[in-house]
């Protein structure tokens, strides 16, 4: 119903709504360190909303749901690679082979569903998801080091930059394609987008960072298959298979190994 682009920019002006008049209530930039961290706000924009959103919403439009989400159950690696690169942490073995165990127990999850046939250019679909993943291990770095800031201020900040980052874009589309007319499902369904999964998510996502070593954050993407099909099965009627089913399974066992190794600092 909303181009890709135009669907990004109003996804996050929503959230910026949402989150400046909190942030501004908190002390706006009197909460963020100083200097202020002006480069790092601007690699989180590019990195976490401009290219995630971007690379996950045409991995959408050229590819299949399927195998988006395939591509996209590499997250947990791609995390723990970058934790490993940019932030020094040391993996356990356990935790090694928990993120791994995750990561085929979401991709049985996925590839046990049914078979998604609209795909018209899968290859190019694939390579803009898989962007989406290591742009977001990036900013997941990157939060990590703005962990113990006023995450509400950080988030504010890097949804107004990021919003602005995809404004020329969106234009452009615009001036392309007809003007959109979404239905109220499809205004609902960016309202939820915007307020729920960008503007709550994306604080909740920075503050856990506070405690968590990033990689073990990363391992808990694997939920993201497994609450899809629970949702698909309970709202939408779809029947759940047992490959699904020893898929989650997987999948949580691989978390528990993840969560119960040594942590890389006290």
Do not use: H
Request: net charge positive; proline share 6%.
């Amino acid at each position: 119903e909303i181009p890709p682009l135009t669907l990004a920019v109003l996804r996050y002006l929503i959230a910026t709504a949402v989150l400046v008049p909190i942030a501004m209530a908190r002390g706006g930039l009197m909460r963020l360190p100083r200097p202020l961290p002006v480069a790092p706000l601007v690699w989180m924009g590019l990195t976490g909303i401009a290219i995630l959103t971007v690379g996950f919403n045409y991995g959408l439009v050229y590819g299949s749901a399927s195998q988006g989400a395939l591509v996209y159950a590499l997250g947990p690696a791609a995390v723990a690679v970058a934790a490993v690169v940019g932030l020094g942490e040391a993996l356990a073995t356990r935790r090694i082979a928990g993120i791994l165990l995750s990561v085929a127990g979401a991709a049985l999850v996925v590839a046990s569903g049914e078979v998604d046939r609209t795909a018209p250019r899968p290859l190019l679909g694939a390579l803009c998801m898989l962007a989406g993943v290591v742009a977001w291990a990036y900013y997941t770095v990157i939060a990590k080091r703005l962990a113990d800031a006023d995450q509400v201020v950080v988030i504010a900040w890097v949804s107004i930059i990021g919003t602005a980052m995809l404004l020329p874009f969106a234009a452009g589309e615009l001036l392309q394609s007809p003007t959109p007319r979404p239905s109220l499902e499809g205004w609902l369904g960016m309202l939820f987008l915007g307020a729920l999964a960008s503007a709550v998510a994306y604080v909740v996502y920075s503050r856990v960072l506070r405690e968590l070593d990033v990689s073990l954050v990363g391992a808990y993407f694997t939920l993201d298959p497994i609450v899809g099909v629970a949702t698909a099965v309970v709202f939408l009627g779809e029947v759940l298979r047992g490959w699904q089913v020893v898929g989650g399974l997987i999948a949580l066992l691989g978390m528990w190994l993840a969560a119960s190794s040594p942590t890389s600092r006290p």
